[in-house]
């Protein structure tokens, strides 16, 4: 069982604050999507829980992870020169374009909401995050979950600082790390999605508060953390 089905789904049940009112005029976020795993799961914990939001966007390149330039690559995955197709989403899938990707996994999750009787919108945005979020954005409202699984820095640094600037981001937002770790100075805060973390979390004063934290060795740290005050 994954993290986010083991510790997600207490979170949601534990310190969820919004009312039904309040979450249909709220959006999920996950930077990182690959295959979809992760956003179809998502949505059955979503549903599980009776929740319905305005829409659960998707963010992703589908072609292989981008070229990390602000830090020193953790991983050989990580690094497109190494291994160019360990992301590459249209090939895992076996597919023959993103767009095929895109359509493929947004009707997985739209087919989930729909069984669950759910009516929240799905769009999924292809491209690098730093362009993608930014050409979308006036469509976005404030997060009730924010997944980010881009492994590494620059990217999560990115979305995390929109969401921010554009006070997107309440008391009460949880967010979720799949690649905490994996970096040589995750526990300090200094490298990879951690690095990014501190540095928003700093710039805009927010008090967060981490409420689980899964290790699993040093490249599989996983963690959750609940907006406390913006």
């Known amino acids: 069982m994954s993290w986010r089905r083991s510790f997600l789904d207490i979170v949601i049940n534990d310190y969820n604050i919004f009312s ?94 729909s069984k669950n009787n759910n009516n929240s919108s799905v769009s999924i945005f292809p491209g690098l995050v730093e362009e993608t979020v930014s050409a979308n954005g006036g469509k976005f409202k404030p997060a009730f979950y924010i997944d980010f699984d881009l492994d590494i820095y620059s990217p999560t640094k990115y979305a995390f600082d929109y969401l921010a600037k554009n006070n997107l981001i309440l008391p009460g937002t949880i967010i979720g790390y799949d690649d905490w770790g994996g970096t040589p100075g995750y526990e300090k805060m200094l490298d990879g999605e951690s690095r990014a973390h501190r540095e928003i979390v700093e710039e805009y004063g927010f008090k967060i508060s981490k409420i689980f934290e899964i290790v699993q060795g040093f490249q599989n740290v996983q963690s959750i953390w609940v907006v406390e005050a913006v």
């Not at 039904?20 to 999920?28: A, G």
């Not at 956003?39 to 966007?57: D, P, R, T």
């Open 20 to 113: 039904k009112e309040q979450l249909v005029n709220m959006d999920v976020y996950q930077f990182g999507v690959f295959t979809g795993d992760s956003m179809k799961e998502l949505s059955s914990i979503l549903s599980k829980h009776k929740i319905k939001v305005n829409s659960f966007y998707g963010f992703d390149v589908f072609t292989g992870m981008p070229k990390e330039t602000a830090e020193p690559i953790a991983q050989p995955s990580w690094d497109p020169d190494v291994e160019p197709d360990t992301f590459n989403a249209v090939k895992r899938l076996n597919l023959e374009s993103v767009d095929e990707c895109v359509n493929k996994i947004t009707n997985e999750v739209k087919e989930i909401f």
